[in-house]
């Protein structure tokens, strides 16, 4: 079984796949929605200077993500 760790601790370049998303309430439901689910794959193509916001590369599009809201995701690298 491959490590779990928080979608904030990856690098840039790395490759992972949601394994859970552990936030409720109105930050759970706007993270599933940008679709950010369990399944989903997806690859760190950027951070800015101080390291927040990260930019995701999933389904086709690019996403960014603020780290208070991908330390609720967590992934397994591929």
């Keep these: 079984m491959k490590d779990k760790v928080p979608?904030?601790?990856?690098?840039?370049?790395?490759?992972?796949?949601?394994?859970?998303?552990?936030?409720?309430?109105?930050?759970?439901?706007?993270?599933r929605d940008m679709g950010l689910v369990p399944g989903c794959q997806l690859e760190?193509?950027?951070r800015?200077?101080?390291?927040?916001?990260?930019?995701l590369r999933l389904n086709g599009f690019t996403l960014t993500l603020r780290n208070n809201e991908a330390d609720h995701i967590l992934v397994e690298l591929i």
């Design 7 to 31: 979608l904030r601790s990856l690098k840039v370049g790395q490759r992972a796949e949601v394994v859970s998303v552990d936030a409720a309430g109105e930050m759970g439901r706007r993270i």
């Design 44 to 46: 760190v193509i950027g």
């Design 48 to 55: 800015a200077p101080l390291r927040d916001p990260v930019a």
